[in-house]
């Protein structure tokens, strides 16, 4: 696949998160599997994996000439990604935590960043049987065995002043998002575990906005923001930054943000001006 257009490269990656998912699928159904703590105390197990191992193996077999940058691989220093006009980035298994406590909201991911901006962006649902896929400047979509069809974010009757629905985690205490929302609005929370099924669901019009607090990859972003802007939502950082890929040492995102309906005044929606982010350097 040398002379690989991006329909081919989309194609590649919905066969590979599919796949992959069915693999995971079925150990999560055994509940045979290992957890271990890395050495930032985040889980993984042994699903994880061997997802991927599914996924870069795939990849390296159909893509040789495009690197990979995944969240269990070792990873290349700044010097050597610099070079890379494009690679694929991974994460197998995002939600593992949901994993393990067999929540059910876990996902593959699996983004083609080019130029340093997601183009292609693939995240599986493995027990929802879904799979959200987008390539830059053809659309949102969303496959399911009954279905295909294009997806957009949800558009408020009234953007100033319509109940805005907030995918909160499971796992987070409510307050500390909700504490950074304007009073003044009014919300309704749908607990979701995985931050790429909470983008997901902001994607498809389920949710309006979902804000991240605490550490995460550049795997946790790449595919979920390039579905999320083709459905006409957003992806930032939490002060309003763009996020940025491949661009420093670090690999960690800041908190950020991801926006639906962009009629919104979001920055007065999320009072973030006064929390120090730890986690942008």
């Given at each position: 696949?040398?002379?690989?257009?991006?329909?081919?490269?989309?194609?590649?990656?919905?066969?590979?998160?599919?796949?992959?998912?069915?693999?995971?699928?079925?150990?999560?159904?055994?509940g045979?599997?290992?957890a271990?703590?890395?050495?930032?105390?985040?889980?993984?197990?042994?699903?994880?994996?061997?997802?991927?191992?599914?996924?870069?193996?795939?990849?390296?077999?159909?893509?040789?000439?495009i690197?990979?940058?995944?969240?269990?691989?070792?990873?290349?220093?700044?010097?050597?990604?610099?070079?890379?006009?494009?690679?694929?980035?991974?994460?197998?298994?995002?939600?593992?935590?949901?994993?393990?406590?067999?929540?059910?909201?876990?996902?593959?991911?699996?983004?083609?960043?080019?130029?340093?901006?997601?183009?292609?962006?693939?995240?599986?649902?493995?027990?929802?049987?879904?799979?959200?896929?987008?390539?830059?400047?053809?659309?949102?979509?969303?496959?399911?065995?009954?279905?295909?069809?294009?997806?957009?974010v949800?558009?408020?009757?009234?953007?100033?002043?319509?109940?805005?629905?907030?995918?909160?985690?499971?796992?987070?205490?409510?307050e500390k998002?909700?504490?950074?929302?304007?009073?003044?609005?009014?919300?309704?929370?749908?607990?979701?575990?995985?931050?790429?099924?909470?983008?997901?669901?902001i994607?498809?019009?389920?949710?309006?906005?979902?804000?991240?607090?605490?550490?995460?990859?550049?795997?946790?972003?790449?595919?979920?923001?390039?579905?999320?802007?083709?459905?006409?939502?957003?992806?930032?950082?939490?002060?309003?930054?763009?996020?940025?890929?491949?661009?420093r040492?670090?690999l960690?995102?800041?908190?950020?943000?991801?926006?639906?309906?962009?009629?919104?005044?979001w920055?007065?929606?999320?009072?973030?001006?006064?929390?120090?982010?730890?986690?942008?350097?």
């Open positions: 696949m040398s002379e690989d257009t991006h329909e081919d490269l989309l194609e590649l990656a919905k066969a590979v998160a599919i796949e992959a998912g069915e693999a995971i699928l079925t150990v999560y159904d055994k045979d599997f290992d271990y703590q890395k050495e930032d105390d985040s889980p993984v197990t042994s699903a994880d994996y061997l997802a991927n191992d599914i996924i870069t193996q795939r990849l390296s077999e159909a893509t040789p000439h690197p990979i940058l995944s969240e269990e691989n070792k990873h290349a220093s700044l010097e050597e990604r610099k070079t890379w006009e494009r690679y694929w980035l991974i994460d197998p298994i995002d939600g593992t935590q949901e994993f393990i406590a067999r929540s059910g909201d876990f996902a593959v991911n699996i983004a083609l960043i080019e130029n340093n901006q997601p183009s292609i962006g693939v995240i599986f649902w493995p027990p929802g049987q879904s799979l959200y896929y987008a390539q830059k400047g053809k659309g949102a979509f969303k496959a399911c065995p009954d279905e295909d069809k294009q997806i957009s949800r558009k408020l009757d009234d953007p100033k002043n319509s109940v805005v629905m907030i995918a909160i985690s499971r796992r987070q205490s409510r998002v909700l504490n950074r929302m304007c009073a003044k609005r009014v919300y309704q929370t749908l607990p979701l575990g995985s931050c790429s099924l909470k983008a997901c669901f994607a498809e019009g389920k949710a309006d906005v979902f804000m991240r607090i605490g550490v995460t990859g550049e795997w946790d972003t790449g595919a979920a923001q390039c579905i999320v802007s083709e459905a006409g939502g957003a992806i930032a950082a939490a002060n309003f930054e763009p996020l940025t890929y491949n661009q040492h670090s960690e995102n800041p908190d950020f943000i991801i926006m639906g309906d962009q009629r919104v005044a920055q007065d929606v999320i009072q973030y001006n006064d929390f120090v982010n730890p986690h942008t350097h």
